[in-house]
């Protein structure tokens, strides 16, 4: 359990290469061993998302993964978004329309909606609604993340 | 959307706050106009970019990790510890226990009044345990993993004793008691009211409606629970505690009490917080504990509560009873009101508001937003083995509202007035404002019958039973429930005061400084986690000063840099924090015109502050920049009389009346005759909360705050066993509401600026919890109704609609079968 194995994984396009235990979760490393905290830990068993990033491109809940588990792939998490300084065009959404209250879930929905316009870039309201269904947010009653999902589609269907 | 109410000169469209605010709010002068903007907020681009800082984050090298030992029974003697196994381990620092904590007092919220017992709340438990999640000892190891390890090798035997899982249990005879200081498990016991005469009303009233309602236990849980880093700071002295805590210095009075130390030597920092919703405005043991090992140790200590722990030993919530008798005249005017309310207030008292938090609400709240002149009320705290309660966005109001919006519901039948009729007879009307209702508490103006009016008649009241029967053919049960209510807010000292904590909030304090450059810092003990107050502040601020909000940034979190004060709860934040702001902001802007006057030879009674400019009032030829001003004040003082200048600063303190929010809540449901499931077809929120510094902070607030209440009504309940085992303790379990269970919300605003704030602006942040639980049970029995089923306890879960269905078909089995076809 507590043997190390060396990792090289890719995070926000930057090469890692790292000794970790076979337990530690993808949420640990991405957090503690490179010091990205933008990923926040919500419930630790799956349920709320707040530690939703990309893997491979794919949103995967990083408390359910091991660190182990992404040897060799590509992970982004949402210090690759944008800057305060330079907010993606999702991020500006979600000001935009006060998708966001304490902060918390944040990371986790973006990542989550990031995934989900690159594969549905039209989506219709409710497969909005049901992709937003997949993470918990206690603050804002979903109406401001719904709004600013939409928003995000619609410009990026404009442009 | 803003829409103009229908009724009284004194309410103006909520798009006309600014001038709402001009007109009524001498102690902050009009300029730039920025309250009543729907400004984005200054907070969301570091939080939108993982830049957040959260107590998790921080982690120091060397850091020692700590992990609970949790009583996994409901009520026991500890008989042994032994830590030798855990000890053992390659890692492992120490085990902390009890024995450990001999100088460390126990938490205790004290009432200073006849009916209440206090308890003490161990920091560790000490010989014994009382609810399940009780913590036992503390494991300090170099990572959380060995930490957890090595918490699953501390033996502790324990000798069992029968468990008290609930109000039944609690209250029989021959109970076993929680405390031995309250032999009948009552913590709290009060009858704040029984008016003379009302059994003689009640004899002889027209229509007399009795109900019956209750509510499960739940909790806030915010997405971050609670986390802790604690040091102790050699070069100061000091035990520097991180805390995710609504209230900074609260948490400094219970760590200093509990350490034994002065207050100047504990310094308490929540840096971003991820939601408390209540459940971090009062203190967490495992806050003191971090601190107490700490200074023991000489080591940061760090405790990062998972979600398991959150949601068997964070605090708790909710679990009421009310019997509920309405006395009506022929009229249909509500002229007496009995109530008995009980609440499982668990295991221990939460500190500084004590296990009466709920039960004195409930009583003291009960009548709301109508009329009434003869009232009694019994209330009561009931100890049980389980978690501790503390508050929860709205407190009692979510349930007393239950309780009064049920009765008013059951009135309109009863005197053939139906819902709107018999509530509007019974609100308090616009020439009744300020109105002293029967606890002496004073409503400043409202638009209650107003608000009811819109909601109705947005949720097209007049034509539902048409639309109701049209379904019922289609054999569809839908359901129309409305909830009236009044939000009491922003209690100041005196109020607080009239509970009889020993401990009392109330007041905030800030202090607004300019620094040379013209920009300006705020600090105040408030602390925002979600409410946006570094955007809302400032544009208070900006509007006094005359500059742009980007120029005024807002500290707050740290008891070594802020005013002295009480943090964010109760929805206090934009009326106390934000008025002593205001106060603070407008002293500094006489500071400003003081200057500005003698730097351009006029009269300070003649300059104004507008765009970043100090001028003789509407003369822009004499104007200076008031980044000129500011420089001159501290670079340049030698040019000012002595007086002047020498640096910008101004501290204020705001301690409110109180301010009176309303609202009525409508819903639209559709019951499944088959399966039980509720499904909400419409949300509609007509509210007045004065002037909104910013509308869309507002319809956040009120929106996050609609959905927990449809969690209430509809999902959440944490359960348990009879042996006092809590069985949800995932969010498997616990169901918070998905943006698949919601509508989208229809948020109204009416405005009736407060007199009593430097703004205009009432506290507002837990009206969408209070209003929906009443109007989604109410939606649903008004669906029910129709095959005569109908259910009075929240959540309400697919089971007991299906059982309250077949309960009433077996009553009337030709009626129910025709009625369903």
Redesign the interface.
């Known amino acids: 359990m507590t043997d190390v194995h060396p990792i090289r994984i890719t995070v926000n396009g930057t090469e890692h290469e790292l000794a970790v235990?076979p337990?530690?979760t993808l949420a640990d490393v991405l957090?503690?061993d490179l010091a990205?905290?933008?990923?926040?830990?919500?419930?630790?068993?799956g349920?709320?998302g707040?530690c939703t990033v990309l893997v491979d491109g794919l949103p995967a809940r990083s408390c359910l993964m091991f660190g182990v588990q992404t040897d060799g792939r590509s992970v982004e998490?949402?210090?690759a978004?944008?800057?305060?300084?330079a907010?993606g065009p999702l991020?500006q959404a979600?000001?935009?329309h006060?998708g966001?209250?304490?902060?918390?879930?944040?990371?986790g929905f973006?990542m989550l909606v990031t995934a989900f316009l690159r594969e549905t870039p039209s989506p219709s309201d409710d497969e909005i609604?049901?992709v937003?269904?997949?993470n918990?947010?206690?603050?804002?009653?979903?109406?401001?993340?719904?709004r600013a999902v939409r928003a995000a589609a619609d410009a990026r269907a404009a442009s | 959307m803003h829409d103009a109410p229908g009724g009284p000169a004194a309410a103006v469209p909520a798009g006309a706050a600014a001038e709402a605010h001009a007109g009524t709010a001498p102690e902050v002068p009009a300029a730039g106009g920025w309250i009543g903007r729907s400004l984005?907020?200054a907070?969301?681009?570091?939080?939108?970019?993982?830049?957040?800082s959260?107590v998790?984050?921080h982690?120091v090298p060397g850091t020692l990790h700590l992990v609970l030992v949790r009583s996994y029974v409901a009520s026991a003697t500890i008989e042994a510890i032994d830590a030798s196994a855990a000890l053992r381990q390659p890692g492992v620092t120490a085990v902390i226990t009890a024995a450990d904590l001999a100088g460390v007092a126990p938490l205790r919220g004290v009432l200073a009044r006849p009916e209440f017992v206090a308890t003490d709340m161990p920091v560790l438990a000490a010989g014994r345990v009382r609810h399940v999640g009780e913590p036992i000892a503390a494991v300090l190891a170099d990572s959380a993993?060995t930490a957890e390890d090595a918490a699953e090798l501390v033996e502790v035997s324990y000798g069992e004793l029968p468990a008290v899982a609930g109000v039944a249990d609690a209250l029989a005879d021959g109970a076993v008691a929680v405390h031995e200081a309250a032999p009948g498990n009552v913590l709290v016991d009060v009858t704040p009211v029984s008016s003379p005469g009302l059994d003689d009303i009640f004899t002889s009233a027209a229509h007399v409606v009795e109900v019956r309602v209750s509510t499960a236990r739940i909790t806030?849980?915010?997405?971050?629970?609670r986390a802790c880093v604690a040091a102790f700071d050699e070069r100061t002295g000091q035990v520097v505690l991180q805390t995710s805590t609504q209230v900074p210095h609260t948490v400094r009075t219970a760590v200093a009490l509990s350490l034994g130390m002065d207050e100047h030597q504990v310094r308490v920092i929540s840096p971003?917080?991820?939601?408390g919703?209540g459940q971090k405005c009062v203190v967490a043991r495992e806050e003191v504990l971090a601190a107490a090992v700490a200074r023991l140790l000489r080591r940061t200590v760090k405790w990062v509560e998972?979600?398991r722990e959150g949601l068997t030993s964070g605090f708790q919530a909710r679990e009421q009873f009310y019997h509920v008798r309405g006395a009506f005249d022929a009229t249909g005017h509500l002229v007496g009101l009995d109530a008995d309310i009980r609440c499982d207030v668990g295991a221990y008292s939460c500190f500084p508001v004590t296990c009466g938090v709920e039960v004195l609400m409930a009583a003291n709240e009960l009548p709301g937003p109508y009329r009434l002149r003869t009232y009694r009320a019994r209330s009561r705290g009931i100890a049980t083995n389980k978690t501790p309660i503390a508050p929860y966005r709205g407190v009692s109001r979510p349930q007393t509202v239950l309780a009064m919006e049920r009765l008013m519901d059951e009135a309109g039948r009863v005197t053939g007035l139906g819902a709107v009729e018999v509530r509007d007879r019974n609100l308090v009307a616009a020439q009744e404002f300020p109105y002293r209702n029967v606890m002496g508490a004073s409503y400043d103006a409202g638009t209650y019958r107003e608000s009811l009016a819109r909601c109705a008649e947005l949720l097209g009241h007049g034509s539902w039973p048409g639309v109701q029967a049209r379904a019922l053919a289609e054999g569809r049960l839908l359901g129309l429930g409305l909830a009236c209510f009044v939000e009491p807010t922003a209690y100041g000292t005196a109020s607080f005061g009239m509970r009889k904590m020993t401990i009392v909030p109330g007041y905030e304090r800030a202090t607004v400084r300019m620094d040379p450059s013209g920009s300006v810092i705020m600090m105040v003990g408030t602390h925002s986690?979600?409410?946006?107050h570094a955007t809302t502040y400032a544009q208070i601020a900006a509007d006094a000063l005359g500059i742009d909000p980007g120029r005024v940034r807002l500290r707050q979190g740290d008891t070594e840099l802020v005013p002295h004060g009480w943090g964010t709860f109760a929805s206090r934040s934009i009326v106390a924090g934000g008025g002593a702001i205001a106060r603070a902001s407008a002293d500094l802007a006489g500071q400003l015109r003081a200057i500005a006057a003698h730097l351009i030879e006029a009269a300070p009674g003649d300059v104004e502050l507008v765009g970043g400019r100090a001028q003789v009032r509407g003369d822009p030829a004499t104007s200076v920049p008031i980044d000129e001003l500011a420089r001159t004040a501290h670079h340049a003082a030698h040019l000012l009389p002595d007086g002047l200048g020498r640096g910008l600063e101004a501290t204020a303190a705001f301690d409110p009346e109180g301010t009176f929010s309303n609202a009525t809540h409508g819903a639209i449901v559709e019951v499944s005759p088959d399966t039980g499931g509720v499904r909400l077809v419409r949300y509609v929120v007509v509210e007045d909360c004065g002037v909104m510094i910013n509308p869309?902070?507002v319809?956040?607030q009120v929106?996050?705050?609609?959905?927990?209440g449809i969690g209430a009504a509809l999902f959440e309940e944490l359960c348990f066993d009879e042996s006092g085992q809590p069985v949800s303790s995932?969010?498997?379990d616990y169901l918070?509401?998905?943006?698949?269970?919601?509508p989208?919300?229809e948020i109204h605003h009416l405005c009736t600026p407060t007199p009593r704030t430097p703004t205009g602006a009432k506290g507002m942040g837990e009206g969408?919890t209070i209003g929906a639980p009443a109007a989604v049970l109410n939606a649903v029995n008004d669906a029910l109704a129709q095959v005569g089923a109908s259910v009075g306890r929240i959540p309400v879960r697919p089971a007991d609609v299906v059982a309250a269905i077949a309960e009433a078909a077996s009553r009337d089995p030709v009626d129910s079968r025709r009625e369903t076809q």
């Open positions: 235990e337990r530690r957090r503690h990205l905290t933008g990923t926040h830990v919500g419930c630790e068993h349920i709320c707040a998490t949402v210090e978004l944008g800057t305060p300084e907010l991020q979600f000001t935009d006060h966001l209250q304490c902060g918390f879930c944040t990371p973006l609604r049901e937003v269904a997949s918990l947010c206690r603050c804002t009653g979903y109406q401001g993340i719904l | 984005r907020r907070e969301d681009r570091y939080l939108l970019t993982g830049r957040g959260f998790g984050d982690e993993y806030a849980a915010p997405l971050e629970g971003d917080v991820g939601g919703f998972d979600r986690h979600g409410q946006g869309m902070i319809d956040g929106a996050g705050g609609v959905a927990q995932s969010f498997v918070l509401p998905t943006a698949a269970d919601l989208d919300f969408g």
